[in-house]
């Protein structure tokens, strides 16, 4: 059965999860944002990401609750055309994944409630957070969440998967 079915609205983690941002990992350590910012063009969207934010377009409300600053995520959905309702940021919010205040944050925005909102991630404060807020939470393991076998709801290998899970009957 679609999952979509039972949701309202989807949250995805940015990096990793909707777009592979590895390359940027030593300068984002190091806060090297000028570096950083100048390198985004070095980022690869995921296959099939644009086409599954397409097909969600009717009728599920679609944001991005990521860690990362607002800029740098600004910048980032710019680059890749991402067209995505909204953006919770690292600043938005005090608390920070995996407490739930960020996926919180973002499903008010989306104006709806937890449980009828699916949660994508790929690391395990993702699944944290989208657990303790009460939203349904899916594992993506084609960025950092590999073998990892986190309590999740869903996991997924690939974004083929993923949309298995979320359209088909």
């Keep these: 059965m ?6 309202k609205g989807i949250i995805f983690d940015l990096d990793m999860t909707l777009v592979d941002t590895s390359s940027l990992l030593t300068m984002r350590d190091q806060r090297l944002w000028n570096q ?7 980022t690869k969207i995921y296959d ?3 086409n599954l934010l397409d097909q969600l ?7 991005i609750v990521t860690s990362s600053p607002r800029t740098y995520a600004e ?9 995505i309702q909204l953006l919770t940021a690292y600043h938005d919010t005090q608390k920070h994944k995996p ?5 919180l944050d973002g499903i008010s925005k989306l104006g709806l409630k937890p449980y009828e909102v699916i949660s994508i991630g790929d690391e395990e404060k993702d699944i944290i957070a989208s657990n303790n807020a009460g939203a349904k939470s899916v594992l993506v393991k ?26 088909e009957n």
């Design 2 to 7: 679609s999952l979509l079915l039972d949701f």
């Design 36 to 42: 950083v910012y100048q390198n985004i063009s070095k």
């Design 48 to 50: 099939g990401v644009l």
């Design 57 to 63: 377009k009717d009728g599920v409300k679609a944001g």
């Design 75 to 83: 910048r980032v959905i710019d680059y890749h055309g991402l067209n």
């Design 99 to 103: 407490h739930a205040d960020p996926i």
């Design 142 to 167: 084609w960025g950092n969440g590999g073998n990892n076998n986190y309590a999740a709801n869903y996991h997924c290998e690939s974004v083929d998967e993923l949309k298995r899970i979320l359209f």
